[in-house]
């Protein structure tokens, strides 16, 4: 069975506000400013998932 790939992750650095995607083993810095706090950027979640988890 073959093994997917880690998906990338899509942080926001805390400086400069600019979109980063990492994955696993990446360095955890902003590539535009180098600042070290990057927060993960929030996914909307659908109407369906919050109406079954709430049931």
Known sequence: MAS???PDVI??????GEENNLK??????CRECGFRILFK???PHT??????AAN
Request: some cysteine; proline content about 4%; overall charge positive.
């Open 4 to 6: 997917k790939p880690d």
């Open 11 to 16: 942080y926001v650095c805390g400086d400069c």
């Open 24 to 29: 696993r083993g990446d360095v955890f810095k």
């Open 41 to 43: 950027k929030r996914v």
């Open 47 to 52: 109407k369906t998932k919050r109406f079954i």
